[in-house]
C-alpha cells in the first residue's frame, strides 16, 4: 500500500474512532443534564461521526487508481465528501436554533451540571489533540477529505470548550437562558464553519486555478529553462490530494523529436517536484516566427 494511503486510512480510522466515543459521551451527558448546549454538541458530535465515515470512504475511493471510465482517476470523491461535510453542517445549525429557541420559551432546567463539565472538559482536551494530528496528516498527504474533518474536529474543541463555560455560568448564577444563548453563538460559529467549507469544495469542483504561490512556481520553472523559447495554453487545477498541469512550450524548429522529448521530460518532472504531488502533461509546439512570442 502506498505510504500516503495508509497515512490517510489510518487518520481517517483515528477520527472515526474518536468521534464514536465522544459522542456517546455526550448523548449520555445531554440525557443526564437536559441542557440545550449539549444536546446540541451531541448532535454536532454525530454529525462528526457520519462526516468521519464518508472521510474514512472517500480518502479509499479515491485511492482507486484511474482506469477506463476515470482516466483522470478518482480524487474528486475527497472534494465531494467535503462538500457533503459542510451540508450536514448546515442541517445542523437549523436544528440548534430550533431547539435552543425551545428551551428559552419554556425556561427549561439543567440538571447534573458536574456530568456535563467533566465530559465537556474532557472533549475538548481529546478534540484538540485528535483534530490537530488529523489536520496535519491531511495537509501532508494534501487530503481534502482529511482537512475538512481536522476543521470539524478543531470546531468540536471550540465548542466543547464553548459548553464547558456555559455550564460552569449556569452552575454559578442559576441563569437558564445562559445555555441557549450559547447555543445561538454556537450555531453562529457552525455556519460560517460550513460556509468556509463549501465555497473550497465548490471551487475544486469547478475545477479552479491553483493558489498565485503554487501557480506562480509552475511559471518559475518554465521562464528559467534555457530551452524553452515561450510558453502558452497554461492550465492548472486541484482534484483530490494532486494537482494537473498541462502546458505548451515552443522548441527550436530544428529540433528533432529525441529532443523535445527530453525537454518535455525534464519540465514535467520540475513542475511536479515544485508543487507536489502533481500531475503534468507538456505539449511540445515547433517555434514559427510569425507566432513568436516571449516568454509568458
Known sequence: MDPRDRQTRSAAGLSLGYNVAVTVAKIVAATLTGSVSLISESVHSATDVVASIIALISVRAAAVPPD???PYGHGKIETLAGFGESIFLLQLVVYIVYEASQRL???TKIENVGVGL?????SAVGSLLVGRTVSQIGKVTNSGALQSNGQHL???FWTSAG?????????????VWADSAFAYVLAIGIARSAWKMAVTAFQQ???RTLPEDELGSV??????DPDVISYHRLRARHS????????HVVVPREWSAVQAHELADRVEKKINSVIEPAITVVHVDPYDPAKARAKT
Do not use: C, P, Q
Open 68 to 70: 477506463e471510465d476515470h
Open 105 to 107: 420559551v419554556h425556561n
Open 118 to 122: 467533566w465530559v465537556m472538559a474532557a
Open 154 to 156: 478543531m470546531l468540536d
Open 163 to 175: 459548553v464547558f463555560a456555559a455550564l460552569v455560568v449556569t452552575k454559578l448564577t442559576g441563569w
Open 205 to 207: 469542483l469547478i475545477d
Open 219 to 224: 511559471h518559475r520553472v518554465l521562464r528559467e
Open 240 to 247: 483530490g490530494h494532486s494537482h494537473y498541469v498541462d502546458v
